[in-house]
C-alpha cells in the first residue's frame, strides 16, 4: 500500500479529525487515525466510541488497503513540514514509512480492521441546513447548556425540526437560549438531544462554510454530512424538559438599552461583587437604570447609572452578572431589550435588530435574590 499526498492537505483535514480523539482513551487503537485507501481516494477517520468523523481527501495512489496510524506522532510530525508531497509506503513488517523531501520517517502502525466500525443508520429522517446556518445556531446556544453529569439532558443542545421551523435549545437551569429559525424547514416533525463535544467540533468547522450539511437522525444517532467529511454521534437519551413552560408570557415591564455599554458596565460592576454569588442588582426607574454591586467581606462596592428607555413599574431585581455578561456577549445586536414582570420571575433578552429575516433569539436569565 503506497500513496503520495500534500502535506498541508493532509494537516488540514487531520487538525480537525483529531479534536474527537479523547487524550486519554480505555482502547489503545482509538489514540490512531483510521487510513482507508481506495486507489485516488483516501479516507481518514478518527473515533471515541460515541463520536466518529471521516474525511475523504485525493491522493495518488493505485492500491487498497486500511492501517491505523497513531495520530499524535503523525500530527507532530505534519506541523513541522512546509508544503512539500509526502510519499506513504505500507512496508509489511508493521512499519509505515514516510518519506518527505528532505528525509524518512518510520512509525509502527496497527492493523486497520480492529478500528471500531462507525454505526450504520438504519432508516433516517433528513433534513437540509446551509453550515454558516447551523455554525450560527450551535454558537448562539451551546454555551448555555449544562456541566452536570446527573442531568445529561440538559447537557446537550435540544433540535426541534417541524415543518414551521427549526428551534435550538439549551439551557443549566439558571439560564436558557432558544434559537429559531422560520426560513428553514423539515419535511417532519423530529427532536433530538446533541452531545456538546460533536457540536463544538461541527461548529468550527462549518463557521466559514456555505455549503449545506445533511443531517440524517434516528432515535440513538445523528449524522451530519457535508463537503468531503461526515460526523456520526450518538445522542443524548432521555425527553428534553418542557422549556416553553418557563418562559413567562406575561412581562409588562420593558427595558430596552445599548447592548455594549450595558455589558460593559455590567462587568465592570461585578468586579466589585460577592465573589460566590456574582449577584448585581438592577434599579429601574423612570428612564435611568442603576446598576450596582456589594462585597459586604471585603466592603467592595461600585454603582453605574446608564440612560435607558423604559415602559413599567419601577423595580428592583439581581441577577448573577457571569450568566448576563455570558449572554449579552454572544448577542451581537446593537440594542437589546430586558423584559421582566417581577423581582422574582426571569428576565427575557431578545435582540433589538442585527438578525437576519425569520429568525429569532430568546435568552432567559434566573433572578437571584436579594438582600435588602
Not at 512539500?84 to 512499519?95: C, K, S
Not at 440538559?154 to 439551557?171: D, I, K, R, Y
Not at 446598576?291 to 462596592?301: L, P, R, T
Not at 426571569?346 to 435582540?351: E, H, Q, R, S
Amino acid at each position: 500500500m503506497k500513496f503520495i499526498v500534500s502535506s498541508t492537505y493532509l494537516l488540514k483535514q487531520l487538525q480537525v479529525l483529531g479534536g474527537v480523539i479523547n487524550s486519554s482513551n480505555t482502547l489503545p487503537i482509538l489514540d490512531n487515525f483510521l487510513f482507508e485507501l481506495d486507489h485516488t481516494k483516501l479516507t481518514v477517520s478518527a473515533s471515541d466510541l460515541e463520536t466518529t468523523m471521516a474525511s475523504s481527501l485525493d491522493v495518488e495512489s493505485d492500491s487498497k488497503g486500511s492501517v491505523a496510524i497513531p495520530a499524535r506522532l503523525l500530527l507532530d510530525t505534519l506541523k513541522t513540514f512546509p508544503e512539500q508531497p509526502l510519499t506513504f509506503v505500507v512496508e509489511d513488517n508493521n512499519i509505515v514509512e514516510i518519506s518527505s523531501n528532505h528525509g524518512k520517517y518510520a512509525l509502527a502502525y496497527a492493523d486497520g480492521n480492529e478500528f471500531p466500525k462507525a454505526v450504520a443508520l438504519e432508516d433516517p429522517s433528513k433534513t437540509v441546513v446551509s453550515g454558516d446556518v447551523l455554525a450560527t445556531a450551535v454558537s448562539k446556544t451551546i454555551f448555555a447548556a449544562g456541566n452536570d453529569d446527573l442531568r445529561p439532558v440538559m447537557s446537550g443542545v435540544f433540535f426541534q425540526f417541524s415543518t414551521e421551523g427549526l428551534t435550538f435549545v439549551a439551557t443549566d437551569a439558571h439560564k436558557l437560549v432558544k434559537y429559531t429559525r422560520e426560513d428553514i424547514k423539515a419535511n417532519q416533525v423530529a427532536e433530538f438531544i446533541m452531545p456538546k463535544k460533536p457540536l463544538n467540533l461541527l461548529k468550527g468547522i462549518l463557521a466559514a462554510s456555505e455549503d449545506d450539511v445533511t443531517i440524517e437522525y434516528n432515535e440513538s444517532n445523528a449524522k451530519f454530512t457535508f463537503e468531503n467529511s461526515e460526523l456520526i454521534c450518538r445522542l443524548i437519551d432521555g425527553k428534553y424538559p418542557n422549556y416553553e413552560a418557563v418562559i413567562p408570557k406575561e412581562n409588562p415591564n420593558k427595558l430596552v438599552i445599548d447592548r455594549t455599554q450595558f455589558l460593559n458596565s455590567v462587568r465592570r460592576v461585578s468586579i466589585f461583587s460577592n465573589k460566590t454569588t456574582h449577584q448585581i442588582r438592577l434599579k429601574i426607574a423612570g428612564a435611568e437604570l442603576n446598576i450596582s454591586a456589594e462585597d459586604i467581606d471585603y466592603s467592595n462596592k461600585a454603582e453605574e447609572r446608564l440612560t435607558c428607555d423604559y415602559q413599567g413599574d419601577d423595580m428592583q431585581i439581581g441577577f448573577n452578572s457571569r450568566f448576563l455578561t455570558e449572554m449579552l456577549n454572544n448577542l451581537s445586536s446593537d440594542e437589546v431589550q430586558l423584559e421582566m414582570s417581577m423581582p422574582n420571575r426571569a428576565g427575557i433578552l431578545t435582540p433589538i435588530d442585527g438578525l437576519d429575516e425569520g429568525e429569532h433569539i430568546t435568552m432567559l436569565v434566573m433572578p437571584v435574590m436579594l438582600n435588602s
